[in-house]
Structure formats: C-alpha cells, structure tokens
C-alpha cells in the first residue's frame, strides 16, 4: 500500500514525507491542522506556499513544522524532510538572521 511508507521516522523527531502524501494523513500523524481545501497533498500545499516550484534545498516553516526538500524535478517535489520546530527557535532563528543582516 502506497500510504504505509508515505511518512518514514528517521528518528530525532525528523521525518521523511512523500509529496503524494495526502493532507488528511499528514494532519492525523503530525496533529497539524492543514488546510486541505485547496490541494489535496503535502506536495501541493508546499507549493503554494514557495509560490514556485521548489527545488532541493528549499525549506519553509508551517504549523512549528520544518519543511525541507530532499527530492524534486522541474515540474514537482517529490520528498520533503519534516522536522519540528519549537516556537522559540523560529524567534531566534530569524533574530539570527536579521543580526547577520543588520550588525549592531
């Protein structure tokens, strides 16, 4: 079955999930609330949200989840790494980020 291997823990709170993942699972084993209205899989949400295609590498942070893409092509992502993000460290993360941008 194509859904039992959609979501792989790799362990240290890091997952491997499927673009063809749909939402409805996502949500259920990561207790999310994802909006599935206008897509119906992870790959398709995610790509809304880059606003492109993305490619490997990319990452963006929804629901104090990390998503990063491990696998994709031109016209899809195929595989994202999810790892989970305490608040806090998306606060530090872009004070970081807007420190190196901005010294003091």
Do not use: C, M, W
Not at 21 to 27: A, K, L, V
Not at 44 to 63: K, M, N, S
Not at 65 to 86: G, I, M, S
């Amino acid at each position: 079955d194509e859904g039992d291997d959609a979501i792989i823990a790799e362990g240290e709170g890091r997952y491997r999930v499927k673009a063809l993942t749909e939402i409805g699972q996502f949500n259920a084993s990561f207790d999310t609330e994802l909006s599935n209205a206008s897509f119906d899989t992870i790959g398709g949400l995610l790509t809304e949200q880059f606003g492109r295609v993305p490619r490997r590498g990319d990452a963006v942070v929804l629901d104090d989840l990390r998503f990063e893409v491990l696998r994709a092509d031109a016209r899809t992502p195929h595989l994202f790494q999810v790892t989970r993000v305490p608040k806090k460290t998306v606060v530090e993360e872009f004070a970081s980020t807007d420190e190196q941008k901005h010294p003091a």
